[in-house]
């Protein structure tokens, strides 16, 4: 069973300030995703990891897959109110698992103004 | 382009009832996933359809059931309601290329609030 470790569980943070989320595995995965999903809504797809040692940027936010491919990262810098909700990430162990993902608990980032 | 859409968006039971929801996937997406969300075990997979079979499915009871049809909609039903049921049933949809370079990215409709009393 693949299992994803997301941490921190909970981040209050004040606007302005950087902050780190981290998603560990002992399993590999074929690809990996960044959620964002708000109270009441879905989870929305934020990017895509797929080669080892991948860097992606999305304005402020930094995504960065391990080298191993069993971990990941996602860099918010200079945090915004607007940044607030429950990040997921999840992992597809490929093959024909097209829409089967393991995620992580997810971490509530709270931005305060 | 429509998004994933889901009905309905809440509902709510009593135990022993049974409940079915509908997802209809992105125009062209040809897998639809389920999904259970709950505050203690977070996402978790309950199964997926794919040209109307089931490819994979979760650990969950056989109360957990689910079909494609033809058109790639989706309906998902639960029987013999239980409390820890109540939850946030999310469906998803992915392109699913047969010709390969999937890369498991999946867009979620809105959910479905089940609340069973």
């Known amino acids: 069973t693949q299992l994803l470790e997301q941490s921190p569980q909970f981040l209050s943070i004040q606007e302005g300030e950087n902050l780190t989320v981290y998603c560990n595995s002992s399993?590999?995965?074929?690809?990996l995703q960044w959620y964002r999903q708000e109270p009441g809504e879905g989870p929305v797809l934020l990017v895509t990891?797929?080669?080892?040692?991948e860097v992606k940027k999305l304005k402020r936010l930094t995504f960065q897959f391990g080298d191993a491919r069993k971990d990941s990262s996602l860099h918010i810098t200079a945090a915004q109110p607007g940044d607030t909700g429950l990040y997921l990430c999840a992992g597809n162990a490929g093959g024909t698992s097209y829409g089967k993902l393991t995620f992580g608990q997810g971490t509530i980032l709270t931005v305060h103004p | 382009k429509a998004g994933v859409t889901q009905t309905p968006r809440y509902l709510i039971k009593t135990r022993g009832q049974q409940v079915t929801l509908s997802c209809s996937p992105i125009?062209?997406?040809?897998?639809v996933s389920w999904y259970q969300q709950t505050p203690g075990q977070g996402l978790q997979f309950l199964f997926e359809?794919?040209?109307?079979?089931?490819?994979n499915k979760g650990n969950f009871p056989g109360r957990f059931s689910g079909r494609q049809f033809s058109n790639s909609r989706s309906e998902m039903n639960v029987s013999t309601l239980e409390l820890g049921d109540s939850a946030l049933y999310l469906c998803?949809?992915?392109?699913?290329?047969?010709?390969?370079?999937?890369?498991?990215?999946?867009?979620f409709g809105e959910g479905s609030r089940l609340t069973v009393l």
């Open positions: 990891v797929v080669t080892g040692g």
């Open positions: 399993s590999v995965f074929s690809s």
């Open positions: 125009s062209g997406h040809r897998s």
């Open positions: 359809y794919f040209s109307e079979t089931q490819r």
């Open positions: 998803a949809s992915s392109l699913a290329k047969t010709s390969g370079g999937n890369t498991g990215e999946l867009f």
